[in-house]
C-alpha cells in the first residue's frame, strides 16, 4: 500500500461505540494515512455537524468531510435516518458515505442502499480485512481526486 | 230496581189517594157547612113564620078572650051597674076578679087582666095580677086612675066588640106583677051601655117575653129571639140593656146591626134569611126576619120578628162531621199506604221474581222461577224472557263452543290473550293467559298486581315502568314487549305481548287488547344461535388476536433479537480488533499500547458480561409473574435506597422522599428494581458542580397512583424521551451503562399494568421520570 501517496482527507466518523472508534484511529494511523478523523459520538451530533448548525457552525474548524463512516445504530438520532437527512440535504448528498455496522441483516443492507448509501460496509472481526477497506477509502479518493 | 218502584208506586198512590180523599173530605165538611147553615136557614125562617103565626094567633085568641070576658054576665052585670049610676058592689067586683083569674090561669103569658071604668078618670075596677107568688086581686087602695093611657081612651072610642091591640111597650105601672119592666102588648075591648056610651074597658095584659117563651117552648135551645117595632127599635133582644132604648132616649136599631133587616121595614119585602159573618163570635149569626102584622090592619102595623142562631152554635153540628171527616180521610188515606204498599208490592214481585230468575242466568231454564202461569202482562214477560233465555244460551253454547276452540287453539298455539278497559280498569285474560302467567285458569283474579306478580322479578321494574308508559298515554298505536314469567315450580318462561289501543271514536284509547306469546323455546334457540355466533365471533377474534400478538411477539423478537445481535457484537468487534492491535503492538514491542490493548479487550469482555446478565433479567420480567400484592410505596421506595446507599453516599446526594406514599398493587421485588434503577439514574445523570438532589413523590389519580422521580440533573431533550425507554439506548456513549436500565423499568411496569413516562418541565431542570400503577386499596396499613 502506498499511504504517502494519499492526499490527507478529512473523514467524519460518527461512532457511539468508543473502542470502535479507537479501533478505526488506530487503523488510520499504521497506515500512515494522515487522515484527519473527526469523531462523533451519535446522530444528532452527525447532522449538526454536516447542516453547520449550533456549535458546529464554523466550517474552518469543522470542514465539511471528503467522507462519511456512519454507525448505524446510533444514541439519540439513528443512522439510519442520519442517511436519509445527508442523501436529503443539498451540499452534502455527493459526500460519499460509508455506513459501517456491526449488523450484517439483509434488512439493513436493503435499508441502507435505499437510502442510497455509498457503500455498506459490516464491520470486520477481521483487523486486514477493515484495513484494506480503509486503504480502499483513501485510493477511492486518490482515483477520483476531487473534493465535496 | 228492588229499591225503587214499588215504594215509589206506593208513595205516589199513597199521595194520591190521601190527597183525593183529603179534598172529598174538605169539601164535603164545607158543602155540609153550607148546607148547615142554608138548612138552619130554613129552619129558622121556619120557625119565625111559625112564631109569627103563632103570634098572630096568640093575639087573636087575646082578642077572642078579650071579648069573651067582656060578653061575660058578670062583667055585664058591672056595665049596667055603671050604666045606671050605681056603685059596683064589692062582690060584683069579686065575682069579675074570680073571672079574670080563672083566665089568668088558662094563660101563662097574661099577666094582669083589668076592668077599668070610663069614669073617675079611668079609674080601676078590678084588678087581678100575676105576682110573683101568684094571682091577686088588688085591694080597693091599689087601683089606680087609666083614663090617660092610650089603650084605655083608644078601646073607648072604638065601637063595640072591636078590640085594640096595643103598641109593644115596656110595662112600667105600678105594681108587683111579673110584667114589671117587660115588653108587654095590651089587649083592650070596649064596653058601651046599651045607649052606645063606652062605659068600661076590659084590657089583657100580655107579656111578651114569657108569650114568646111559650111560643118558642118548641123551637131549639140557644136560638136568639129577636123584635123590633115599625121603626126597628129592639123591643125584645138578648142583650136587655138594648130593649126599648128609645124609652130611654136612646135607639137601638135592627138595621143598624143587620142592614138587610132595612128592607124589610120599608115594607120592600116581607121575610128576610141571612148569614152573617162578623169578625166576633156574636156577630155571627145565621137569622130570620119576618114582618109581624099586628094590631089594627087597615094601618099595616106591624113588628119585625126574628131568630137567630149563633154559627158557631150552628157549625157545632158539623164539628162531629168534622171529626169524621177527618177520620174517614185518615183510615182511608192508611187504607190507601197499605193498598198501595200492597198494590206496589204486588206489582213489583213479579218483577223481582223476574229480576231473581234473570240472575240465575246462566243457569239451566228448568232453574228459572218464572211466573210463567200468570195470565196478565207479567206471565207474558215471564214468557218473553224465557224464550230469550234460550235464545242467548244457544247463543252462548255456540259462544262457548267457540272459545273452547279458540282456547285449544290458543293452548295449542301458546298464545293468551287478554284485555284491559282502560276506563274501568278491568283486566280480561283468556284461559291461556292464566297459564301463561303460571296460574290456573279463573283461580286468580285478572289485574295487573297479580300479572306483575307472575313477571319474573328481574323483568318486573321494566315491565312497571311500561305499563306506566301506556297509562300516561305515551304510546298511541300500541306496544310490544318482552320478558320472563316466573312459574310456580321455579321454571322460566319468555312471553311476547303485543298490544293495540282501540279508541272506539274516542280521543282516548278505550281499549287495550294484547296477545300473549309462549317464545321460550324461540328464545332459547335465538338465545343458542346468539351464543354459538358469540362463541365463533370470540373465537375468531381470539385467534385474531392471538395471530397479532404473534406478530407483535415476533415483531418484539426480531426486534430484539436484532439489537441483540448488533450490541453482542459490539464487544466482539472491539475484542477481535484490538487483539489484532496487541499481536502487532507485541511484535511492535509497544508495552504501554500492549497495556492499553488489553485495557480494550479487558472491558469489552465486561461489558459484554454485564449485557448478558441485564438481557437475562429483561427476559425474566415477562414471565412468572407472582400475584400482583398490595404494597406501600414508602417500603419499595426505601428498600431501593437501601440497596444504593454506598453510591448515595459517594455522591453527597440528597433524597426527598414524600411520607405517607399511597398503596399500589404490583410485584415488590420488581417494583424495588424500577426504582434502583430510577435512582441510579438520578445518581448518575448528574449536573456537573451541584451534588445531586432527587425528589420522590406520588399521587392518586382515579384508580391510580402516578409515582415520580426527579432529579436536577443534566436532563432528557425531550426529542428523545420516547428513544431513552428503547433497549440499549444510551444518549451519551461516554458515560458508563448498557441501555438496559430504562427499558427494564418500562418493561416491568407495564407487566405491572402501568405506563411510563418522562415529565417535560420547561421551568425546571433535570428529569422527572413518572410511572403509573393500579392503585391499592386505601385505608391498609403501610
New interface residues.
Partial sequence: MNGSSQRPLDILLVE?????A??IK?CFK?HRAAHRVQHL??GQQAIDYLLGVGEYADRERFPLPHCILLD??L??VDGLEVLRIIKTSPGIKRIPTIVL???A?E?DVARAYAYRANSYVV?P????K?ATLIDDLGSYWMMWNHNP | MRLNIAPKLGFWLSVLAILSAGVTGYYAYRETRTIVVRGEENKLLTATRVLTKRFTGVLEESAKDVRLLAGTPDVLAVVSSLERAQRVSSAQKRRVAELFIAMLKQHKEYFQIRLIGAAEHGLELVRVDRNQTGLSQAGPGLLQEKAHFPYVFRTLRLPSESVYVSEIEVNRELGRHVGHNRPAVRIATPLHGDDGVALAVVVINVELDGLMRSMGIDLPPGLQLYLTNEQGDYLIHPDVGKQFGFDLGRRYLVQDDIPQTGHLIANHQHELVLTTEGSTADQQLVAAFVRLPFGDFAKERFALLGLAAPLPEVYRETLVLRTHVVQIVLGASLLAILVSFGLSQALSKPLLQLVSAIKVFPGRPEDYQLPLKRRDEIGLLAGTILTMVEQIQHQLRLLEDSERRLNRAQETAGIGNWEVDLISGQVLWSDQQYRLLGYEPGLVTANLRNFLRAVHPVDRKRMVHEIRRITRGQEKQGYQAEHRVLLPGGAVKVVEERAEFHYAGHQQPVHLFGTTLDITRRKATEDELRYSHRQLQSEAMTRDKLIEELEAKNAELERFTYTVSHDLKSPLVTVNGFLGMLKADLEAGDRERVAEDVAYITEAAHQMGRLLDELLELSRVGRGNNLPEVLSLNAVVSQAVDLLRGAIENSDAEIIIDENLPAVLGDRNQLVEVMQNLLDNALKFTSAGSAPQIRISALEQNNEVVCCVADRGIGIDPRYHDRVFELFERLDPRIEGTGIGLALVKRIIEVQNGKVWIEHDQGNQGTRICFSLPRGPSGLPE
Fill in positions: 457511539d461505540n468508543l473502542a470502535h479507537e479501533l488506530r499504521q459520538v451519535d448505524l445504530r444514541p439519540k455496522t456491526t449488523s441483516t434488512q464491520k472481526i477481521d483487523f486486514d477493515f
